[in-house]
C-alpha cells in the first residue's frame, strides 16, 4: 500500500471520500490542495463504461483545449520540398525529413507532437517502436497525417492545446486539462471540452452507460470525484 508524506495527508483533509463535487468546487479544492514548489499540472481520469478488449469500443480522438496546457509545446514536423518551408512558417519548431528521422533514431525526442505529410509515412513508420511508446507517432486518426495544404491548421491546433486521448487496458482515459495557476474557469472550460471530445468519440458498439465516473486531481494532490450530471452538463 502506497505511504503518502505529511503534506498529502494534511491536504487529503480537504476531501469527503463520501460525496462527489460540482466540478467547480472540485477544481477550487484541487487548486487549494496543491503543495507543491512548482506550477502542478490539473488532471482528468474518467471511468468508461467500454471493454477495452473489444475492438468496437475504442475511445480515442483529440480535444482541443481553449486555454491551453500552459506549457510551450514544441512541434515536429515530417516533411519534405516545399512542405517544410510551409511547416516552419507556421511555427513548427522542427520540419524535415531524412536528417530528423536519424536524430530520432539516434535517441533525440525533445519535441511534444509530431506531425507528418502523408508522403513521410513510409520513411517515418521505422519509428514506430520509438515513437509509439511515448505517443508521438504521426497518425491520420488523430490528425497528425496531413496534406502540406492543411499544415497550418494542424500546427496552430498544436501549439494552442491539441491533446490526444486514449483508452487504456482499464478502461480510463487519464488527461491534462492546464495547470494550477490557471483560474478557475479556464480550468472548467478546458474540462468542458475534453469531456465534449470524449462524449463525440464514443463507439457505436458501446451500450449503456459510456462515462461512469470522472475524477479530478492535481499532479501531486488528492483526488476529488466530480458529480457527474454537473460535469456532463459542461459540455453540453
Keep these: 500500500m502506497t505511504k503518502h508524506g505529511k503534506k498529502y495527508q494534511?491536504?487529503?483533509?480537504?476531501?469527503?471520500?463520501?460525496?462527489?463535487?460540482?466540478p467547480d468546487e472540485a477544481i477550487d479544492l484541487a487548486k487549494k490542495a496543491s503543495y507543491a514548489g512548482f506550477d502542478e499540472t490539473v488532471e482528468v481520469h474518467l471511468r468508461m463504461g467500454v471493454n477495452p478488449r473489444s475492438a468496437d469500443q475504442q475511445v480515442r480522438g483529440v480535444a482541443l483545449l481553449p486555454?491551453?496546457?500552459?506549457?510551450?509545446?514544441?512541434?515536429?514536423?515530417?516533411?519534405?520540398?516545399?512542405?517544410?518551408?510551409?511547416?516552419e512558417e507556421a511555427g513548427a519548431d522542427y520540419?524535415?525529413?531524412?536528417e530528423l528521422i536519424k536524430k530520432i533514431e539516434a535517441g533525440w525526442v525533445d519535441f511534444d507532437v509530431s506531425i507528418a505529410t502523408p508522403d513521410m509515412m513510409p520513411k517515418?513508420?521505422?519509428?514506430g517502436r520509438i515513437l509509439g511508446r511515448r505517443g508521438l507517432m504521426p497518425n491520420p486518426k488523430s490528425g497528425t497525417v496531413v496534406s502540406p495544404q492543411d499544415l497550418p491548421r494542424a500546427i496552430a491546433q498544436?501549439?494552442?492545446?491539441?491533446?490526444?486521448?486514449?483508452?487504456?487496458?482499464t478502461a480510463i482515459i487519464h488527461l491534462p486539462i492546464g495547470k494550477v495557476?490557471?483560474?478557475?474557469?479556464?480550468?472548467?472550460?478546458?474540462?468542458?471540452?475534453?469531456?465534449e471530445a470524449i462524449v463525440k468519440a464514443k463507439p457505436s458498439g458501446v451500450k449503456g452507460q459510456y462515462?461512469?465516473?470522472?475524477?479530478l486531481c492535481t499532479s501531486m494532490g488528492a483526488g476529488?470525484?466530480?458529480?457527474?450530471?454537473?460535469?456532463?452538463?459542461?459540455?453540453?
Excluded: T
Aim: charged share 30%; proline share 1%; net charge positive.
Design 67 to 87: 486555454h491551453g496546457l500552459g506549457k510551450k509545446i514544441r512541434v515536429l514536423v515530417f516533411a519534405q520540398g516545399e512542405a517544410i518551408r510551409l511547416a
Design 95 to 98: 520540419a524535415g525529413a531524412d
Design 224 to 236: 476529488f470525484k466530480l458529480e457527474l450530471k454537473s460535469a456532463m452538463a459542461l459540455a453540453a
Design 211 to 215: 462515462i461512469k465516473s470522472i475524477s
Design 181 to 195: 495557476s490557471f483560474d478557475e474557469n479556464k480550468l472548467l472550460e478546458n474540462l468542458a471540452a475534453v469531456i
Design 10 to 22: 494534511e491536504v487529503s483533509k480537504l476531501v469527503d471520500k463520501s460525496r462527489a463535487y460540482p
Design 124 to 127: 517515418v513508420a521505422k519509428l
Design 158 to 169: 498544436a501549439c494552442k492545446g491539441r491533446v490526444e486521448f486514449r483508452l487504456d487496458r
